[in-house]
């Protein structure tokens, strides 16, 4: 009997493989049903293109109407830790920034994630006053990836008042204060 995975244009054998062991997937509903939830995503070899793909493909929802309010404070926050993680422990692909870079070298770490149906890519800040001061390897600026949405947060970490050595989100410091008192 064929894998009914590999049905799906851009699965192959193998991925089909890794899929079923990581997710327990093993029919094409519960394919979709990953691939809308953001867990298939989190298999090796599986982007967001291609969890994409699988959506276009068996005709799943990627609609950014229930994308429309910002996200938590709390889930910025575990965006910012992945990356500072990842970074830290030299796993994340690098680029080369076309700003401040002018041997052109690939030294920018990259994060893209996701949390349920948000997706996000995250780096360090490379402008220009964050070079001034020193803190290209503590500001992280996270992108919401949603068509037409197009935001964007900063998360540094505090140098004075109540939130002095904690990560907050530039904008929402009132949020950032109740989210560490509730935690």
């Known amino acids: 009997m064929p894998d009914p995975l590999t049905a799906v244009p851009g699965i192959g054998p193998a991925l089909a493989s890794r899929i079923r062991d990581a997710l327990g997937v093993d029919s094409l509903d519960a394919l979709r049903e990953a691939a809308e939830s953001g867990r298939l995503s989190t298999v090796p070899g599986v982007g967001h293109k291609t969890a994409d793909a699988v959506l276009d493909h068996l005709g799943g929802e990627r609609s950014t109407e229930d994308l429309v309010g910002p996200p938590t404070v709390a889930e910025l926050l575990d965006v910012d830790r992945e990356y500072r993680e990842g970074a830290d422990a030299g796993d994340l692909p690098t680029i080369a920034p076309r700003r401040n870079n002018p041997e052109g070298d690939d030294?920018?770490?990259?994060?893209?994630?996701?949390?349920?149906?948000?997706?996000?890519?995250?780096?360090?800040?490379?402008?220009?006053?964050?070079?001034?001061?020193?803190?290209?390897?503590d500001w992280v600026v996270v992108?919401?990836?949603?068509?037409?949405?197009?935001?964007?947060?900063?998360?540094?970490?505090?140098?004075h008042g109540a939130l002095d050595g904690r990560r907050v989100v530039r904008g929402r410091e009132r949020e950032t204060r109740e989210h560490y008192r509730s935690a």
Request: overall charge positive; cysteine-free.
């Open 107 to 137: 030294w920018l770490p990259i994060l893209n994630t996701r949390r349920g149906r948000r997706r996000y890519t995250a780096l360090f800040s490379n402008t220009d006053r964050a070079h001034e001061l020193g803190t290209t390897d």
């Open 143 to 159: 992108y919401e990836d949603a068509p037409d949405l197009g935001r964007q947060w900063t998360v540094v970490t505090a140098r």
